[in-house]
């Protein structure tokens, strides 16, 4: 390598190779949901004097800056500007935990607009578990009434709080990428609401919980659909929302699907600390939000790599079985919220497989995997759950293809056909890397073709 350039000189710096940028750049560019990917050896020809094209020039100086830790520019690269604007996940939402704060937080996201042309980027380290914190130390919010503008009657807010049930339903099935630009619309009506109605109290509330559940589903699309920064952007805001509303388990449930996104991210310590702020921020007494965040909690720590195996199994056991116990003690009573729907014992048995799957216990991974996959085949979990229990026997010490094939073909078929989903094509992806040492075998190439024809849908979208 020259160092001949600037970014020759800083590649130095840091002991990067060129091949080792273009995959540092392509993994930021997908964390930005760009749907660009550059070749392994364009940087070569960075460093003789090429310009990159547009975004590469930006994300580069973004990579740079992260990894010696002061500002470098474009320009200090030697290159002109391009057209991408990048901003930190919180922009606009470090606001105070009041109601003045929150609308404030809900608009910033809400009116910003659906085809935002700004690329978020992911909050690490402290950043992603600051806002987690703040929301389990704030202080209670009151008087949500509004005085001016139209009435918001309770039955306006029932049919939203329908139109936002279908809307997860819609999500279970088809995956997260069609339905963003639906949900943020939805979300901006709610928050016009919010703003210009005129609501007592009580009904304040519901607003507040309605744009809060918004926010969530919205956050989990886009996380679904490979969007990540901006996924932490909706969940930012819909905490505070729920803070406002004064609904503990809608605020705990937001900061699980953090950790879910940090553990997907390999940032197990922080999964786990999050899990850990959302189970201290819920001592409530729904069976279902319990067994969501023991969940969430046992999904961290089977990814944490800072634990030793013994304290990971431990603390992987103990809330599996804390989940299942507070899932046979669910009664119609246990004031069980609409959202929690899904946690059922089927869906409980694919997170504990998914567990046991990463803990390198396949034995206990296939029991609950299968449990889960014969209850519900045909949805995007479905297909998640196909893949893990294939995994399960690639990675056993001794390999079984015909099994593992099957299972797989199971979960192309339905990623092919119904379900829109960029976070189950990764792991699909994941697992075809696996079967690599096994390409003599002639279903496993049949497999890996089948895989690399099948394409993202085209509705992904910017970040």
């Not at 009657?153 to 809307?167: Q, S, Y």
């Not at 609401?193 to 699309?221: I, P």
């Not at 849908?457 to 910017?462: A, G, I, K, L, V």
Request: with cysteine; aromatic share 6%.
């Amino acid at each position: 390598m020259t160092a001949a350039s600037p970014l020759g000189e800083l590649l130095a710096v840091l002991g990067l190779r060129t091949d080792q940028l273009a995959r540092r750049l392509n993994d930021m560019a997908e964390a930005l949901g760009r749907p660009e990917r550059v070749h392994t050896k364009t940087p070569y020809k960075w460093l003789r004097g090429e310009v990159p094209r547009s975004p590469w020039r930006s994300l580069t100086a973004l990579l740079l800056e992260q990894e010696l830790g002061r500002p470098i520019s474009v320009a200090d690269l030697g290159w002109p500007p391009d057209d991408l604007e990048c901003a930190p996940a919180t922009t606009g939402l470090q606001t105070a935990w009041t109601a003045v704060g929150t609308l404030r937080a809900v608009r910033a996201v809400a009116d910003a607009g659906y085809m935002d042309r700004r690329s978020f980027l992911l909050l690490l380290g402290a950043s992603l578990t600051s806002p987690a914190h703040e929301w389990l130390v704030a202080h209670p919010t009151s008087q949500l009434a509004r005085a001016g503008g139209t009435a918001v009657p309770v039955h306006v807010v029932d049919d939203l709080d329908a139109i936002t049930a279908r809307l997860r339903h819609m999500d279970d099935q088809l995956g997260g990428g069609p339905l963003l630009r639906l949900i943020h619309e939805h979300l901006r009506y709610v928050t016009t609401l919010l703003s210009q109605g005129r609501y007592d109290d009580t009904t304040g509330r519901r607003l507040h919980a309605t744009a809060a559940e918004l926010l969530r589903l919205a956050g989990f699309t886009a996380f679904d659909s490979g969007q990540h920064g901006l996924a932490q952007r909706y969940w930012v805001a819909g905490l505070h929302a729920a803070h406002t509303a004064g609904d503990r388990a809608l605020g705990a449930n937001i900061i699980g699907f953090m950790s879910c996104q940090a553990k997907d991210l390999d940032g197990g310590r922080e999964a786990v600390l999050l899990a850990q702020t959302a189970r201290t921020g819920y001592p409530g007494a729904s069976g279902r939000v319990t067994a969501i965040l023991e969940l969430r909690a046992a999904e961290a720590h089977a990814n944490d790599q800072t634990a030793t195996t013994t304290r990971r199994a431990t603390d992987i056991n103990r809330a599996i079985d804390t989940a299942f116990e507070a899932l046979q003690a669910t009664n119609p009573t246990s004031g069980d919220p609409s959202w929690s729907y899904w946690m059922t014992t089927t869906h409980a048995h694919g997170q504990a497989g998914y567990c046991y799957l990463r803990s390198g216990d396949h034995q206990r991974a296939r029991h609950h995997l299968r449990r889960a996959v014969q209850d519900d085949p045909a949805s995007r979990e479905g297909a998640l759950r196909q893949i893990f229990l294939a995994t399960t026997y690639i990675q056993q010490r001794q390999p079984e293809l015909e099994p593992a094939l099957s299972y797989a073909h199971q979960a192309l078929d339905t990623l092919a056909d119904q379900v829109d989903s960029a976070r189950c094509r990764n792991h699909l992806s994941r697992f075809a890397e696996q079967l690599a040492p096994y390409q003599r075998n002639n279903n496993v190439r049949t497999f890996l073709s089948q895989v690399k024809e099948t394409k993202a849908p085209n509705s992904r979208q910017h970040a």
